[in-house]
């Protein structure tokens, strides 16, 4: 499985390891940002590797075998990090990187039902542990309007008739259905599938990814030591929004201080590169 880690170089610019560093990788994904960070910590350091989703982290365990650091996976949501963190006696980091977001593992997987190009169940969640709900749970339950609203939060402008053609669509249970019936709605005219925004929109939701951003940011105090750097890596317009406003806030409060005045973007080489990092913006913080 293949997953290219975004913006490596600016992410070791930002958190200015050492060695003998401890740091908390809280999104391991695939492992690419880990190994690195374990890299730059060496033997004397550790790096403590977090995901929501076992199975990316028996990835990323597998991937990251041999890395120069200890490494310390740990299934646990950003809302649970300090807990999780606590309960192995770990004390505060000297730096914290979030890549957030699914990796291409996630679209590689049709059973994991998050990728419009391949047919699986519409289920979407990160942690298949959980008890849900899933993506078909929310669209085969919400009233029309509670789905319209919810297909509104990325900005997606037919959400009414979207939402209309789903319900009329019931059950949809498979990623298949959940396409088709917004295709039948809505024509395809560019090169973006009309259904992109809405299973973004349902994804978010189904994850409570707004919600775990902010409850890290809260947290970050924490997580991390005074002086210590944390790197925040978003994808789309509604989670940089998120990662703006906490980090701002944070930095209203005294708790840490803002280390870029722009976001920073990859380079125009990397997007060539890895055209999944053309969106990609980076926040950087120093705790105070
Ligand atoms: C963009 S990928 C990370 C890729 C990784 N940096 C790499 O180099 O392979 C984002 C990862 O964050 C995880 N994730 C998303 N939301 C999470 C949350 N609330 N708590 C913990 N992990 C989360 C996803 O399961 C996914 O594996």
Do not use: W
Request: hydrophobic share 40%; glycine share 6%; proline share 6%.
């Amino acid at each position: 499985m293949q997953h290219v880690s975004v913006m490596p170089a600016e992410t070791l610019e930002a958190l200015q390891l050492r060695s003998g560093y401890s740091a908390l990788d809280c999104t391991t994904g695939m492992g690419g940002h880990t190994r690195l960070l374990s890299s730059a910590v060496g033997p004397d350091g550790h790096v403590f590797a977090c995901d929501t989703d076992s199975e990316s982290l028996a990835m990323a365990k597998a991937n990251c075998e041999g890395s120069p650091s200890p490494i310390t996976f740990i299934h646990t949501p950003f809302s649970k990090a300090r807990q999780a963190l606590d309960a192995l006696g770990a004390g505060l980091m000297d730096a914290l990187l979030a890549d957030f977001g699914t990796s291409m593992m996630h679209f590689q997987t049709p059973e994991r039902g998050f990728s419009l190009m391949h047919d699986g169940p519409l289920d979407m969640r990160l942690d298949r542990t959980s008890e849900g709900p899933t993506a078909a749970d929310l669209v085969n339950t919400l009233s029309e309007r509670e789905l319209a609203d919810l297909i509104y939060t990325t900005g997606e402008r037919r959400s009414r008739a979207l939402a209309r053609a789903l319900v009329r669509a019931r059950p949809v249970v498979s990623m298949k259905q959940f396409a088709d019936a917004i295709l039948a709605a809505v024509p395809r005219t560019g090169k973006l599938h009309p259904a992109t925004l809405a299973a973004l929109s349902l994804r978010i939701a189904v994850n409570s990814e707004y919600r775990e951003i902010e409850s890290l940011i809260d947290q970050l105090p924490s997580l991390v030591k005074p002086g210590g750097r944390v790197a925040f890596i978003t994808f789309h317009s509604g989670e940089d929004l998120i990662a703006k406003t906490g980090t701002r806030r944070l930095a209203k409060e005294g708790k840490c201080r803002l280390v870029n005045k722009h976001v920073l973007i990859p380079t125009p080489e990397e997007v060539r590169r890895n055209p999944a990092s053309r969106s990609a913006k980076m926040r950087v913080l120093e705790m105070l």
